[in-house]
């Protein structure tokens, strides 16, 4: 059946709607919880059981937060080929994630509220669609999760295969996310 069982969760949402049933299922399932600037405060008023990137990676985040999640130990922890890259992700002391749940800035609503063009380039998500499209790209080894009506679906898998995923469902899921970065 070859399932998964995420242990480790990187969660950035331009759009936090349900966010709160999201953490305390992944928390009853014992997920640790990585998240990114407005996210990682929301979770704060759900739980204290969440990680910043900055704090994950070591790294502070740049350029008014243009650059947070392109690091070397985030894309390394979901990339990761389990069967092959797990002794250099030991050496460097990173580790693998294996769920992502990302939703992208709303661009095009941007656009279609009459913004500037200065306004409209910060709305430009550039850290998400890699993300997305790195867990997308290992879905044999990670379960990417890119609209919150998912979140439902995520859950029912996972109680249904006592925590884990399965590889049809990461396919699923991963078709969705290639299909949302192409529109995007």
Do not use: W
Request: one cysteine or more; charged letters at 25%; glycine letters at 6%.
């Amino acid at each position: 059946m070859n399932t998964i069982t995420p242990k480790t969760a990187l969660i950035s949402l331009s759009d936090k709607t349900d966010l709160d049933v999201m953490i305390h299922f992944l928390l009853e399932n014992k997920v640790k919880i990585i998240s990114t600037g407005g996210t990682y405060q929301a979770i704060k008023k759900i739980t204290d059981d969440v990680l910043e990137v900055s704090e994950f990676t070591g790294f502070e985040e740049m350029m008014d937060g243009r650059v947070k999640t392109l690091h070397p130990k985030i894309h390394a922890g979901i990339l990761a080929r389990r069967d092959l890259d797990m002794e250099i992700l030991s050496d460097r002391g990173y580790e693998t994630i294996d769920l992502v749940i990302v939703n992208l800035y709303p661009f095009k609503e941007t656009i279609a509220s009459g913004c500037s063009f200065e306004e409209a380039i910060e709305k430009i998500d550039i850290g998400g669609p890699t993300m997305i499209r790195a867990a997308a790209k290992n879905f044999k080894n990670v379960t990417i999760i890119t609209n919150k009506q998912d979140y439902s679906s995520l859950i029912r898998e996972m109680e249904q295969t006592k925590g884990k995923t399965t590889l049809k469902f990461r396919e699923l899921m991963s078709s969705k996310a290639f299909g949302l970065t192409a529109y995007y």
